[in-house]
């Protein structure tokens, strides 16, 4: 058939293993030194005094993990080459898995173990094409990749599921999965708490005009354990990119997009902020989200605690109230954001000097160039970069999606020149 240059199918099967933990992870560990973790205490009147304890288990059985992936394919190019492409099906399945586990308290570690515990499945679906063609003395080309991806966690030894700071993963769910309240808004006076939550007395309930109000799940008139849920896959569904490049009488242009689409972030930074100011320094924009029904002493208080960032008396405010319930800041809804971005990359623009002009100073080619790098971004996200990738702030260890504040991608610009003798 004489418009296709190629068309090929492909089977493919392998496995490689891994061992990317910490490397004390097969190692006892101790720590002393800090009275809050490693403190004991003694005598009457009782004193801390410094000590050591466990930090880690030793690993007897671990062994490494073994990722082991079937893919089958097609590769293709169309009409000398104007078109061409991939189509990929892949399944990678991780298995004894290295994940981080949870032992019992009466196990005396401070940190979770590592241990070959679960089977992680990806299965996707990967496409490509590139386009390249010219009209007269215009020549452009445009190539775009789409990749859809499903995350599970297929199995984990015994059953129980895997508890990060922020996220829980049972058999069957993604892994890492964000876990938590669902977010409702704010109570706007004490018997709307009162009658959300009625097993509860205005005197034990702990929650007042100015809290957030959470979603009583079951309906049983309390906040517990059971009326939490998955809050968000950090995992996108897609990931794409696209590539455009054109050359015309020496002045050539190419632009580079990446993005991704249907992920969730945990915004850790926005619940620190968003906090009682005890333990981060609070927001700016905190002045104005303000909450309910504080008298003039504790307004006082605040201020000779250095918090000033409030009002008083603003039932409009859409942040809870930051010295109300405990609760206020529960892992929820509330902070799960939007991760989807589209992002121009790179940019570049060239101007190439004819080479009639070049070669009196025996120069074959000499080109100038402008570059810039992530110019803007397209995205829902408050945060500093949606592009959050991994994490290792989670006692899960390696975490997807949470987002701790960190340093944003900066845009950058160059110029240069490339001579060829």
Avoid at 98 to 123: D, E, F, M
Avoid at 327 to 333: A, I, K, P, R
Wanted: proline share 4%; with cysteine; charged share 15%.
């Amino acid at each position: 058939v004489q418009w296709i240059d190629n068309l090929k199918l492909r089977v493919g099967f392998g496995q490689a293993g891994n061992d990317g933990i910490p490397t004390s992870a097969f190692i006892p560990t101790m720590g002393s030194g800090d009275m809050v973790f490693y403190g004991y205490p003694l005598g009457y009147p009782q004193v801390m005094v410094g000590g050591a304890a466990v930090l880690t288990q030793v690993n007897t059985a671990g062994k490494w993990e073994t990722n082991e992936q079937w893919d089958a394919g097609i590769d293709f190019s169309f009409w000398n080459g104007k078109l061409s492409g991939t189509i990929d099906y892949f399944l990678r399945d991780t298995k004894d898995a290295l994940l981080y586990v949870n032992a019992p308290a009466h196990v005396g570690n401070r940190y979770s173990l590592i241990k070959n515990v679960g089977n992680i499945r990806n299965t996707g679906v990967e496409i490509s094409l590139d386009h390249k063609h010219h009209i007269g003395k215009f020549h452009y080309n445009i190539g775009g990749n789409i990749s859809f991806l499903h995350n599970e966690l297929t199995a984990v030894n015994g059953g129980s599921p895997l508890w990060g700071d922020r996220t829980k993963t049972y058999e069957g769910m993604a892994l890492n999965s964000f876990w938590g309240y669902q977010y409702e808004g704010i109570y706007q006076t004490d018997q709307e708490a009162l009658d959300q939550l009625y097993t509860f007395t205005e005197s034990t309930i702990g929650v007042h005009a100015g809290d957030a109000r959470y979603k009583d799940v079951n309906s049983d008139g309390k906040l517990d354990e059971e009326d939490k849920m998955v809050i968000g896959n950090p995992f996108p569904k897609l990931t794409y990119a696209l590539n455009l490049g054109a050359d015309f009488y020496g002045v050539d242009i190419q632009l580079f997009f990446q993005g991704v689409a249907g992920n969730s972030i945990y915004n850790v930074q926005r619940q620190m902020l968003e906090g009682d100011g005890s333990g981060y320094a609070l927001a700016s924009y905190m002045k104005e989200e303000v909450w309910v029904g504080y008298t003039e002493a504790v307004q006082n208080a605040m201020l000779n605690n250095g918090v000033n960032y409030f009002e008083l008396e603003n039932r409009n405010g859409t942040i809870p109230n930051p010295l109300g319930s405990p609760t206020n800041t529960e892992n929820s809804t509330r902070f799960i954001e939007d991760g989807s971005y589209l992002r121009l990359k790179n940019l570049q623009i060239g101007y190439t000097i004819p080479a009639k002009y070049t070669q009196k100073f025996h120069c074959q080619r000499l080109r100038f160039y402008a570059t810039a790098s992530n110019l803007f971004t397209i995205t829902k996200y408050s945060g500093y970069d949606p592009e959050v990738g991994a994490s290792t702030q989670d006692s899960t260890g390696l975490t997807y999606g949470l987002d701790n504040g960190r340093y944003p991608t900066p845009t950058t610009y160059s110029f240069g020149l490339n001579i060829t003798f």
